[in-house]
DNA sequence: CTGGATCCCTCACGATACTG
DNA sequence: CAGTATCGTGAGGGATCCAG
């Protein structure tokens, strides 16, 4: 690591000196959403090449970022997952999202949404300020992605998977990012069909946009 | 820009697809402080190729985060500065700095400390909760450096140069990221004289590491 | 199947020299 | 002062292959 370092006495520098390597954030922005096999690291990162891939993760690793761990029987294998250090990660992650955020417009030809980058895309618009004290469970469908929303008292826990006694299911595919920037209005969104709700108040999904803005 | 994409559609990826090369965080870190000139620019970051410098400011001037000016005479010349959207970039390189800054031991042989990077971090450790209310200046030379430290009603301002009235004036080399990190007590440090102060009272040492901390 | 390793090719980066 | 020009190297991209 020493032909990669940039020569300054300065946490920003030491910072990418250690996840400033291309893919190494996107790496930590998955495993941010939970422990992951290498196949799943792979399959959220399709384009990153397998050598590089394998790569990061062995810098990652020595750099007190990840773990290796060979899962104990029956369901053997490997997983990645953050350490601590790594975690603490997530206030960066968080920023730098929110900043590209702003640059998203339509999806360009090719590209995807996994369900690790939509589930930091809604940790990263989350307010915690306009969730104070709130608790509601949402389902959000949105490209075939289908993610458990449960906010508790305020507390923000995002997940892959349904939630069938969910207080309020909503149905966005592209029509999401509008309406989480503020370009479009709720009702306005599900007037022109770009979103489409069922099984409760509708009121909540003025809630959702409170509470997840860009 | 086809080349380098993620192609991810997520917030992160497309930062990362502008400042996520390598040098680009640390122009920003730089431009954070002020417009700067190109050759100042050089001289805060001396390992950057010429024409790598010269290349990213291209790119972060098309992307938007950064403006070309030409000086009016009588200082002819040119200076780059960030824009609006450059400069919400702070909370990210200060998030990143922070957890990086974790990682700082001793300088490494041949590494630099710069004003704008010195800067940066004391932003980057400043805890607004810590200061609230408070108005103090300190100067504060570390390394040949001299900085401005001035704490109005608890917002922080941090400029090179020397500060005559200021209220306190601390005076340390490598002894000040121990006292930040809170690896070593003010009255320790000033007894082992790895810090010195003069000109004001004592107890202002003790405000300055309350108020910046790792 | 998972979890990589290997090979080749290209281009971005690094170092240095030079110019309006 | 503010860059451009040139050239060598190695990291990243892409495909394939292999061990458990």
Redesign the interface.
């Known amino acids: 690591m020493a032909r990669r ?14 996840v ?1 390597e ?2 190494a ?2 790496i930590v ?1 998955d495993l941010l959403v939970g422990p992951k096999r290498y196949t799943d690291l792979h399959n959220g ?3 990153v090449p397998t050598n590089v891939l394998a790569t990061r993760l062995k810098e990652l690793e020595q750099a007190g970022v990840v773990t290796r761990r060979v899962l104990p029987r029956p369901a053997s294998g490997v997983v990645y997952e953050l350490t601590e ?1 790594g975690r ?2 997530e ?14 417009a339509e ?2 030809p ?5 369900p690790s ?1 939509v589930i ?2 809604m940790r ?1 618009t989350f307010r915690p300020g306009r969730a104070h004290g709130l608790t509601v469970d949402y389902q959000l469908n949105s490209g075939g992605i289908a993610l458990q929303i449960r906010i508790d008292h305020g507390r923000l826990t995002v997940t892959e998977g349904t939630l069938p006694r969910a207080d309020l299911v909503i149905e966005a595919g592209a029509g999401l990012r509008p309406l989480i920037s503020g370009e479009i209005e709720p009702a306005e969104a599900v007037r022109n069909g770009s979103v489409k709700m069922s099984g409760g108040d509708p009121a909540l999904l003025d809630r959702f946009v409170e509470v997840f803005r860009i």
Chains 1, 2 share one sequence.
């Open positions: 370092d940039y020569g300054q006495y300065c946490g920003l520098a030491r910072a990418l000196e250690i400033g291309r893919w954030l996107l922005r990162l399709p384009r250090r603490d990660l206030d960066a992650v968080i920023a730098l999202g929110r900043w590209g955020a702003r640059e998203l999806p360009r090719g590209e995807i949404a996994t980058s930091m895309a990263s």
